[in-house]
């Protein structure tokens, strides 16, 4: 199979970019031939990915090189469109429509629906293969609520032999059928397993190998003074090895509970508990300004504090490595079909999971969830006194703690056991592909 895909990849930060990687470099190990077109190359400095080591090479696929080629779209000067607006969705349209004539593609994925959806969805269509189209969570529960977005996935969804649905939440394939989707076209995927390179052994992440790398890298992506100056600062010290260390990863915002953890932490660190604070941040500049703002009036856990960029998905198992406990806190989120797949991630790396109970009430195993035996629970990260005493308990009893951890990685174990133990959305693929042959 021949296969272009149109969608966000490394180094683009989140979830879908990461599921995306994973899923084409399967493809690409079941022996077919995938071409990635994106604009990664483009994104805006608080959602690039810090690629370093042999990080370039994994982007291209490694070992899986000659199958896995990726197509990057072309910059341009910004005085090019008024209003100015990079043209992302026609960019993507002509380098797929160039790479799908090219390469001979026999289908045409779309993963996410603004603008790579819509870009495969005209690619396929002037070039008369089938298109997939894959969605995540804000792109149906978020933008396809817009009026003109939502008359525009409505024709996007129309030109699709399929429509690959997570099928977490039963509003999602409502949404779907709302938006024209067809009994025939709609494919509820089951549940796969994670990435083995989650559960499989790996090296923590190097801090005095990746800390001197950065200045040279905000330099290089041109990162605002006002932002790179209070990340400098912080990230100048060397990391404090032997000490506990509390780590958190994602998208930086009130949501996600970034705020409360930083109060949590500065009431731990006034009580003189020796730790670490690695945070892992994919921002908005305004969000950014206030989180290191908020670091530094901390004076006591700015000591403590390192603010990394985000990291490839593949880093990532060191990064859960290198911590001791890892926080998920989010809450009061707007999609409440939002799932994202942090909560396994952690258990699987075997660090203690002190997560919100929104999320924890998300998950598949909820039930098998239980409070300080293998995951810390916080009713309402809004609470920092509470979240507070948790994560001081935690540091205080490292044998607590890592007990907590173990007996999170053995659930981990049993559970992904029970999930498909191959890529759903590759077999999802192969699929239509053997159909329209």
Same mark, same amino acid.
């Given at each position: ?41 483009? &994104? ?32 341009? !000067? ?61 792109? $149906? ?9 939502? !008359? ?139 989180? =290191? ?38 809450? %009061? ?9 942090? &909560?396994?991630? $952690? ?23 239980? %409070? ?7 009713? %309402? ?33 049993? =559970? ?10 590759? %077999? ?10």
């Amino acid at each position: 199979m021949r296969l272009a895909i149109v969608g966000k990849f490394p180094p683009i930060e989140g979830g879908v970019s990461g599921q995306t990687y994973w899923t084409a470099l399967d493809l690409a190990q079941r022996g077919h031939e995938v071409h990635v077109v994106t604009n990664a190359g483009e &994104v805006e400095p608080g959602y690039r990915e810090f690629l370093f080591g042999q990080d370039l090479g994994k982007v291209v696929g490694g070992a899986h090189a000659n199958r896995l080629r990726v197509h990057q779209t072309t910059g341009m !000067r910004r005085s090019g469109v008024i209003p100015w607006a990079n043209p992302y969705g026609s960019k993507l349209f002509g380098a797929a429509l160039s790479v799908v004539e090219e390469y001979g593609c026999e289908l045409v994925l779309g993963w996410y629906f603004e603008p790579y959806g819509l870009a495969a969805a005209h690619a396929g269509n002037a070039a008369s293969k089938p298109v997939i189209l894959r969605h995540a969570g804000s792109d $149906v529960g978020r933008l396809a609520e817009h009026p003109d977005l939502r !008359r525009s996935y409505r024709w996007m969804l129309g030109q699709a032999t399929a429509v690959l649905s997570s099928g977490r939440a039963t509003a999602v394939s409502a949404i779907l059928k709302e938006l024209g989707v067809t009994e025939k076209q709609l494919r509820v995927l089951r549940m796969p397993r994670l990435p083995r390179a989650y559960s499989e052994p790996c090296e923590p992440l190097d801090l005095d190998d990746l800390l001197p790398r950065l200045p040279a890298w905000y330099q290089q992506i041109a990162l605002p003074t006002e932002i790179a100056d209070p990340l400098l600062r912080l990230n100048a010290k060397p990391f404090a090895s032997g000490v506990p260390t509390v780590g958190i990863y994602g998208k930086i915002g009130e949501a996600k509970g970034s705020y409360q953890l930083l109060e949590a932490l500065e009431r731990t660190a006034r009580k003189g508990v020796a730790f670490n604070f690695l945070s892992i941040a994919g921002f908005r500049y305004a969000d950014m300004l206030r989180y =290191c703002a908020e670091i530094a009036e901390r004076k006591e856990l700015a000591r403590r504090t390192w603010v990394l960029p985000t990291l490839a998905p593949w880093r990532i198992p060191a990064f859960l490595r290198a911590c001791n406990v890892v926080c998920f806190l989010e809450h %009061d989120f707007p999609i409440t079909f939002h799932t994202p797949l942090i &909560v396994r991630e $952690v258990l699987a790396s075997g660090a203690c999971l002190v997560v919100s109970n929104e999320v924890a009430q998300k998950q598949p195993f909820r039930e098998s969830l239980s %409070d300080h035996k293998n995951v810390v629970l916080i009713p %309402d990260p809004k609470d920092t006194q509470y979240l507070a005493d948790r994560i001081e308990a935690l540091l205080a009893n490292p044998e607590d703690t890592y007990v907590i951890g173990r007996h999170g990685q053995y659930l981990s174990e049993t =559970c992904e056991k029970f999930f498909w133990q191959r890529n759903t959305t590759a %077999d999802a693929l192969e699929d239509v592909h053997r159909q329209s042959t």
